[in-house]
Antibody, heavy 119, light 106 residues
Framework: EVQLVESGGNLVQPGGSLRLSCAAS????????MNWVRQAPGKGLEWVSY????????YYADSVKGRFTISRDNAKNSLYLQMNSLRDEDTAVYYC????????????WGQGTLVTVSS | DIQMTQSPSSLSASVGDRVTITCRAS??????LNWYQQKPGKAPKLLIY???NLQSGVPSRFSGSGSGTDFTLIISSLQPEDFATYYC????????FGPGTKVDIK
C-alpha cells in the first residue's frame, strides 16, 4: 500500500525556518517525481514545488522561490522541504504528493502537516 | 505564468443531477489538465488525468473532456459522496491549480 506521511509542521515566528519531511513507503520511491502542495486555512490548493527522480530538475512556485528548498533522499525514501524566511502567508497545511508519471498528475497524497507562522 | 479559472465557483445540486464544471487556461496547455476532488479535512484525490483519462478506482460517472484552453468535468449522476470541492490543475508548464468549485447539497 502506498503511504506518504508528512511531519515537521509547527508554530514558527515570522522570519523563522522549518524543515518538513515526507516518509514514503509501499512503492519504489526513487522512480517517482514528487511534489509539495499547500492549502491555507479555508483556501484552495497551491502547488509549491516539484522534484524529479534524481533531483536533476526542480521547480518552485514564484511565491516561495529563493526561500524554500525541496530535496529528496532516495536511500531513505524521504522527501524534504526546507522553509526559510517564513511569512504569515506561508501558514498552511503542507501535503506531499507523488507524481503518477502520467501528465504529472498527483496520484497519492499524504495527510498533510500544519505550518503556522505567527508571532 | 499560466492562470487557471473555474466556473462556477460553487453550485448547489441534488442527488441524481448532472453536474458540469468548467476550467479554462490562460494559454494552451494541450491536454495537460488534471482534476481532483477534495472533501473537508482530507487530502485531494485524483479523478482525471490528461484531460480525459479516468484514474483507477474512480467511478465512471466522472468524465473529463477538452484540450487547448477549455476543459470540462462532468458528473453524470451526482451521488451523496460527491459533495466536495473540485480543482483543476495544469501541468503543462510548471503547475497551477484552479480556484476550485464547491458542490453542495441543494
Amino acid at each position: 500500500e502506498v503511504q506518504l506521511v508528512e511531519s515537521g509542521g509547527n508554530l514558527v515566528q515570522p522570519g523563522g525556518s522549518l524543515r518538513l519531511s515526507c516518509a514514503a513507503s509501499g512503492f519504489t520511491f526513487s522512480s517517482y517525481g514528487m511534489n509539495w502542495v499547500r492549502q491555507a486555512p479555508g483556501k484552495g490548493l497551491e502547488w509549491v514545488s516539484y522534484i524529479t527522480t534524481s533531483s536533476s530538475t526542480i521547480y518552485y512556485a514564484d511565491s516561495v522561490k529563493g526561500r524554500f528548498t525541496i530535496s529528496r533522499d532516495n536511500a531513505k525514501n524521504s522527501l524534504y522541504l526546507q522553509m526559510n524566511s517564513l511569512r504569515d502567508e506561508d501558514t498552511a497545511v503542507y501535503y506531499c504528493a507523488r507524481d503518477s508519471g502520467r501528465y504529472y498528475a498527483a496520484d497519492y497524497w499524504g495527510q498533510g502537516t500544519l505550518v503556522t507562522v505567527s508571532s | 505564468d499560466i492562470q487557471m479559472t473555474q466556473s462556477p465557483s460553487s453550485l448547489s445540486a441534488s442527488v441524481g443531477d448532472r453536474v458540469t464544471i468548467t476550467c479554462r487556461a490562460s494559454q494552451s496547455i494541450r491536454n495537460y489538465l488534471n482534476w481532483y476532488q477534495q472533501k473537508p479535512g482530507k487530502a485531494p484525490k485524483l479523478l482525471i488525468y490528461g484531460a480525459s483519462n479516468l484514474q483507477s478506482g474512480v467511478p465512471s460517472r466522472f468524465s473529463g473532456s477538452g484540450s487547448g484552453t477549455d476543459f470540462t468535468l462532468i458528473i453524470s449522476s451526482l451521488q451523496p459522496e460527491d459533495f466536495a470541492t473540485y480543482y483543476c490543475q495544469q501541468s503543462y508548464e510548471s503547475f497551477t491549480f484552479g480556484p476550485g468549485t464547491k458542490v453542495d447539497i441543494k
